[in-house]
């Protein structure tokens, strides 16, 4: 089944300790990003990447890191996590060719940081 | 910088009533896209719209794009209640960096 995973889906944390989110994708999608959900603000673009070791910055990036060491995966590394990052993650993939940058999401991934 | 505004924000409607949810976009883009969420769900992707003129239909809704008005509306027709979620309207760069923005959601409520 073509699809992008999020781990974990829910995580509680405090302030400061490093956490990671972990996405794979299997549909072999050259693109992929991360947003951030927050009421009232719609979905913003923290990073994104067109392919291996290509990545740049998206609306908010601020606080984030990405890497894209293979072509499958992208996680988003928060190194020290502060209160204002509480939020709905999701991670998406895309073809993004000449046809289409239609997007693939990911479930979610609720991050609580106290 | 690319901005997205969808409006209305909020939109509840009686089953069978059809309505318009309207996107603006704040410079050139020629791909469009439009999404829907489920309350506590992912998005899954809607319609994908690809140049000017272009119609899509999907059952009770169809999605049009004016790239020239930089204006793609979401038509409902004879709403149920099975449509209540929050839609939302994409654009995406293409043309030096490949950033993707999303406009704020459109809350739709059907009540029977």
């Known amino acids: 089944e073509a699809q992008v995973t999020q781990n974990p889906r829910y995580l509680i944390t405090v302030t400061g300790k490093k956490l990671t989110v972990t996405c794979s994708q299997n549909?072999?999608?050259?693109?992929m990003s991360w947003y951030r959900q927050d009421p009232g603000l719609g979905l913003r673009q923290i990073y994104y990447s067109m392919n291996v070791e290509v990545t740049d910055k998206g609306d908010v990036p601020e606080g984030y890191k990405v890497s894209r060491k293979e072509k499958r995966n992208f996680p988003l590394i928060l190194e020290s996590p502060s209160p204002n990052q509480t939020s709905l993650y999701f991670c998406?993939?895309?073809?993004?060719?000449?046809?289409?940058?239609?997007?693939?999401f990911g479930e979610g991934s609720r991050l609580t940081v106290l | 910088e690319l901005k997205v505004e969808q409006n209305p924000l909020f939109l509840s409607m009686q089953e069978g009533k059809n309505y318009t949810i309207y996107c603006n976009y704040s410079t050139t883009s020629d791909r469009l896209y439009w999404y829907r969420q489920d309350p506590g769900k992912s998005l899954e992707s809607l319609f994908v719209?690809?140049?000017?003129?272009a119609v899509k239909q999907e059952g009770r809704l169809m999605a049009s794009l004016d790239t020239k008005a930089r204006l793609s509306t979401l038509h409902i027709t004879a709403a149920v209640h099975d449509l209540s979620a929050t839609y939302f309207c994409?654009?995406?760069?293409?043309?030096?960096?490949?950033?993707?923005?999303f406009g704020t959601g459109t809350r739709l409520k059907v009540l029977a």
């Open positions: 994409a654009v995406d760069s293409t043309s030096g960096t490949y950033k993707y923005i």
């Open positions: 549909m072999n999608h050259e693109y």
């Open positions: 719209l690809l140049s000017n003129g």
């Open positions: 998406a993939s895309s073809p993004w060719d000449k046809n289409t940058g239609e997007l693939f």
